[in-house]
C-alpha cells in the first residue's frame, strides 16, 4: 500500500466512523453522569472536574497544532522500509487490536516505571476523584512519544492506519471504567478492564500501587504478575497529592519535580537516573 493511501485511510475508511461514534458515546456518559451527580447533590470536587475538562480541550488543541500527526508522520518511513505488509480484513483487525492491547499494556506499565514518562502519565493519575471526566486528565503532550511504542506493530507487518486506529479503539474503551457507579461485575472482572479493576490501578493504597495496566484485557497482567482484584477501599490519586487545579500546573509540576531534583545531584550519572531511572530512586545524600 502506497503512503498516500495510508494517509488517505484517516479521512476516508469506514471505520473512522465507527471511531467518532465511539467518541459521540463516551461524550454523552459524561455528560449522563454529571448530570445525574448534581440532581443527586453528589459530592464531588466540582473544580477537578472542571480542571479535567479543561485539560481535555487543551490536549485538543496541541493534537490540532501538531502532536495529533506526529505519529502518522513518524511511523511512515518505517512503514516504507518494511518489504512485507499484513493485510486488512475482519481477522487481522482482530489481531490488530490484540497487538495494540499487548502495546498499551507495555506502554503503560513503562510510563509508570521510568520517571520522566512517569511525569507525563502522572497526569492522569493526579485526580483525588474517581469519575467519567477523569478519562479526559491525560497529558497534553504525550503524543510526543507515546508513537514510539507503536514501532514493533509496524516492524510485525501492521500498517500505520491500523496499528494507530486499534490503540484508539483501546484507549476510547477505557472511558466507562472511570467510574464508581459501577461495582464489581464477577467473572468480567477476571477477563476484562472494568471499574472495579481500574479503580485498583488508580488506588495509592500500597497494595493498588503499579497493578493492572491492561487497556481491555487482564491476560496481560496475570501473565506478567502485576493483576490486583478490588479488596479494600482505593485511595485515589498520587502517593503525594499535588493539591492544585490549575490545567497547566497539573501537566507539568512532576516536570518542575524532576528539574529541581536534577540541580541538586552532584554527577552526572546522577541526573540521569534521576530522569531516566524509577519514580522512587534518589542519592543518598538528598535531604530526607
Not at 485511510?9 to 451527580?37: G, Q, R, W
Not at 497526569?123 to 508513537?147: A, C, K, M, P, Q
Not at 467473572?187 to 500500597?206: A, I, K, M, Q, Y
Not at 479488596?231 to 507539568?252: C, D, H, M, R, S
Request: proline share 3%.
Amino acid at each position: 500500500m502506497q503512503i498516500e493511501d495510508i494517509i488517505n485511510l484517516f479521512e476516508t475508511s469506514h471505520l473512522m466512523s465507527y471511531v467518532a461514534l465511539f467518541f459521540i458515546f463516551n461524550i454523552s456518559i459524561i455528560t449522563i453522569e454529571i448530570i445525574v451527580d448534581i440532581i443527586a447533590k453528589k459530592q464531588r470536587r466540582w473544580k477537578d472536574t472542571i480542571a479535567n475538562i479543561a485539560i481535555y480541550f487543551l490536549g485538543k488543541i496541541t493534537d490540532n497544532l501538531l502532536l495529533g500527526s506526529l505519529g502518522i508522520i513518524a511511523l511512515l518511513p518505517i512503514y516504507y522500509l518494511i518489504p512485507y505488509e499484513i493485510p486488512m480484513n475482519w481477522w487481522t483487525w482482530v489481531l490488530g487490536i490484540l497487538a495494540a492491547d499487548f502495546t498499551y499494556y507495555w506502554m503503560h506499565r513503562i510510563e509508570h516505571e521510568h520517571r520522566i514518562l512517569w511525569a507525563s502519565h502522572s497526569v492522569h493519575h493526579s485526580s483525588e476523584d474517581y469519575n467519567l471526566t477523569v478519562s479526559f486528565r491525560l497529558s497534553i503532550i504525550e503524543g510526543i512519544f507515546e508513537w514510539m511504542f507503536l514501532i514493533p506493530m509496524i516492524l510485525i507487518g501492521f500498517n500505520p492506519f491500523q496499528a494507530i486506529v486499534s490503540l484508539i479503539f483501546v484507549a476510547q474503551f477505557q472511558t466507562w471504567i472511570h467510574t464508581e457507579k459501577i461495582q464489581k461485575l464477577g467473572w468480567l472482572d477476571e477477563v476484562f478492564n472494568t471499574p472495579s479493576v481500574h479503580r485498583v490501578h488508580h488506588g495509592s493504597n500500597n497494595k493498588y500501587l503499579d497493578k493492572n495496566y491492561g487497556g481491555l484485557l487482564m491476560i496481560w497482567d496475570k501473565i506478567f504478575g502485576t493483576f490486583q482484584r478490588e479488596e479494600e477501599k482505593v485511595i485515589y490519586g498520587l502517593t503525594q497529592n499535588i493539591k492544585t487545579n490549575n490545567p497547566i500546573t497539573i501537566n507539568f509540576i512532576e516536570y518542575k519535580n524532576i528539574w529541581n531534583e536534577v540541580k541538586q545531584c552532584r554527577t552526572l550519572k546522577h541526573k540521569l537516573k534521576i530522569i531516566f531511572g524509577n519514580l522512587i530512586w534518589k542519592p543518598n545524600y538528598f535531604k530526607k
